[in-house]
């Protein structure tokens, strides 16, 4: 499974952007992760593929949506009101939970960076 993120830059504190993968394959969950510098990779939501399992992480709760489009093997990710604490490098991986857990994941995205200003 190859995956390619697409959608990452700059924004001010308080705006939005949109992150997508897209899987040559079809893994049966996707998730997002995130690193930010000096900082260990992060959990920051899940969606299983096949069935409507869907996990965020509690900083992320309510601001931000993953969503799916199985007929192309797509996974977006809706962030809406950013802060400076979610700058980071944004990592779509693929596996076959909607785990939290990095291990649980065998493919990953080369990742694209998100920036936001205060």
């Known amino acids: 499974v190859e995956l390619v993120e697409s959608g990452g830059g700059l924004v001010q504190a308080g705006g939005s952007l949109r992150l997508s993968c897209a899987a040559s394959?079809?893994?049966?969950?996707m998730g997002w992760f995130r690193q930010a510098p000096g900082k260990e990779r992060e959990f920051v939501a899940a969606?299983?593929?096949?069935?409507?399992?869907?996990r965020y992480a509690d900083s992320v709760k309510g601001r931000f949506t993953i969503s799916k489009d199985n007929t192309k093997n797509t996974v977006s990710l809706q962030m809406n009101n950013l802060t400076p604490d979610d700058t980071a490098a944004y990592y779509c991986?693929?596996?076959?939970?909607?785990?939290?857990?990095?291990?649980?994941?065998?493919?990953w995205g080369q990742g694209t960076q998100v920036t936001v200003s205060s």
């Open positions: 394959g079809r893994p049966y969950a």
């Open positions: 991986a693929a596996g076959s939970y909607a785990s939290t857990l990095i291990y649980n994941y065998d493919y």
């Open positions: 969606v299983h593929l096949s069935d409507t399992t869907i």
